[in-house]
């Protein structure tokens, strides 16, 4: 079987790659709202007028207001910490609704309607929030977005892992999150160039039309091939759509027949999913094939199940425990006047890093396996916390920024893409939407406690032992408790033909 980049070739054409890079406009948007009051924090809550390099942008282009309507629109809008917090972390309560009511959506409805609703999601909610004059307003936006964004993480890693080509699945699997770094990137970017004045909503704005250009480009792009054939039951419009998108010379014969066979073929897992088969022993009866799904509560129920669940809610809290966001949502004031360089430039700096990083390291899941790469991710994580901590309290500014820097690029070899991809393999097709749900929605609820108290746990830490830095001693001892769990709890899926085989079971032939 062959894998990562080298992989590429049999079955990847250039519409699929179009409709992937369409699909991910949606995770890219997840990453863009996430990070967009980070740069700007200070001018949004009438802390500061500007940042410094926005004040020489500022100089340049003259002090007039430069965003439309804003005589109607307040430049900034007052706010305590607690009161950004509250703002800030909202975003992840809408990602918690996203995540619970977008599997059965996905599921019953389809991967393309479901992907459409979000787009929509995310262009009302970005426009309220560009108009914003008030808490409440703002505050709604951040929830729509939330919502979108939470669907979007659920629905898309379906998507893709469902039109991609078996032997290349893991790959094309950490595009869902080099796209989440990509919106990132372009945020803080923007964040550094545009926080002055009332320019800061050009920055919000910029969403509203990322927004558009994803509901547009929905409409070039087809239904799952696996949805239609094992849930809409129409196997003829499904094969047509597979080929179309594997092209006209490729065999997707031993595909289809996986559809109603539920086992895989010899290059690797089936259409649907991943490691999804039928022949999983549910204990609730339903299979691939029969368009039975599982629900939310269902599948945490069936015993067959919870362990995947166990694995995947752990993994999750391990993603955000070990303290990425920590530096993504607020780098800027935390890191300003530690280190030796701008904290807004480190903040882009950072995104970068991040962004290549995901895109170096995407085809180690397929080559070292999902566990290794998850213990090497947290490994990487843990120490430089450990480095970073002790750096900044005892004043080594360089090696503050170089920690910062292999935190997150630690992330981004394991933590960042695997848990996107096990959701997918872990359970068979009948659960994989409940399953899906379960896992983004304990992504969502890790980050909202990592939004709403990290800043009130790192002030009281700081003022209590003196100093800065020391809430990344937390960080370092919360990766060894995530190191033990992924060690003990999850299971490796690399070059597993089915989730029996995953789990170490024995095949029940009822």
Not at 29 to 56: M, R, W, Y
Not at 126 to 153: C, H, K, N, Q, Y
Not at 363 to 374: A, E, I, Q, Y
């Amino acid at each position: 079987m062959s894998s990562g980049w080298a992989g590429l070739g049999k079955g990847v054409t250039p519409f699929l790659l179009v409709i992937i890079a369409i699909s991910t406009l949606g995770p890219l948007q997840f990453g863009f709202h996430l990070g967009e009051l980070n740069a700007p924090q200070d001018v949004i809550t009438c802390a500061s007028k500007s940042s410094s390099i926005s004040q020489l942008l500022a100089s340049y282009v003259g002090r007039t207001k430069p965003f439309p309507s804003t005589t109607a629109l307040p430049q900034c809008i007052p706010m305590t910490d607690a009161q950004f917090a509250m703002v800030s972390s909202i975003f992840t309560l809408g990602g918690l609704i996203g995540a619970l009511t977008s599997g059965p959506l996905t599921s019953t409805k389809g991967r393309l309607l479901a992907m459409r609703s979000t787009a929509a999601l995310f262009l009302v909610g970005a426009f309220v929030e560009t108009i914003s004059g008030s808490i409440p307003v703002l505050a709604l936006g951040r929830l729509l977005v939330g919502v979108g964004a939470g669907g979007s993480t659920v629905i898309v890693p379906l998507y893709i892992s469902e039109v991609s080509p078996p032997a290349s699945r893991g790959l094309f699997g950490a595009f869902t999150q080099i796209s989440i770094n990509v919106g990132i990137l372009i945020v803080q970017t923007l964040g550094y160039f545009l926080s002055y004045g009332s320019a800061w909503r050009w920055i919000l704005a910029t969403g509203v039309f990322v927004a558009a250009a994803q509901g547009l480009g929905s409409l070039l792009m087809p239904e799952s091939p696996a949805w239609l054939a094992t849930v809409k039951g129409d196997v003829a419009q499904a094969r047509s759509s597979l080929q179309r998108i594997r092209g006209h010379n490729v065999r997707v014969d031993d595909e289809v027949e996986g559809w109603d066979a539920g086992d895989v073929d010899e290059d690797g897992p089936t259409e649907d999913q991943g490691l999804l088969s039928s022949n999983n022993g549910s204990a609730s009866g339903a299979s691939k094939g029969s368009g039975a799904h599982l629900g939310f509560l269902q599948v945490i129920r069936d015993p067959l199940y919870r362990p995947a669940i166990i694995a995947l809610v752990g993994v999750m809290f391990a993603q955000q425990f070990c303290g990425v966001n920590s530096i993504i949502m607020y780098s800027v004031s935390l890191l300003n006047g530690l280190l030796p360089i701008d904290s807004a430039l480190l903040t882009i700096l950072i995104s970068v890093i991040n962004l290549l990083t995901t895109i170096g390291a995407s085809p180690l899941p397929d080559r070292l396996g999902r566990k290794k790469c998850l213990l090497l991710s947290i490994a990487g994580q843990g120490i430089s916390a450990l480095v970073l901590a002790t750096s900044i309290v005892f004043g080594v500014p360089i090696l503050s920024a170089i920690s910062v820097l292999t935190f997150v690029g630690f992330f981004a070899t394991g933590l960042g893409p695997v848990p996107f991809i096990l959701a997918s393999e872990l359970v068979g097709q009948e659960a994989v939407g409940a399953t899906q749900s379960w896992s983004l929605a304990a992504n969502y609820v890790a980050t909202f406690l990592v939004a709403q108290f990290f800043p009130i746990i790192n002030n009281a830490l700081n003022e209590k032992l003196g100093g800065n830095g020391w809430v990344f001693y937390i960080f370092a001892a919360l990766s060894v408790v995530w190191a033990f769990f992924v060690s003990y709890m999850v299971p490796e899926t690399l070059g597993k033909k089915d989730t029996d085989e995953v789990w170490g079971r024995t095949r029940r032939l009822d």
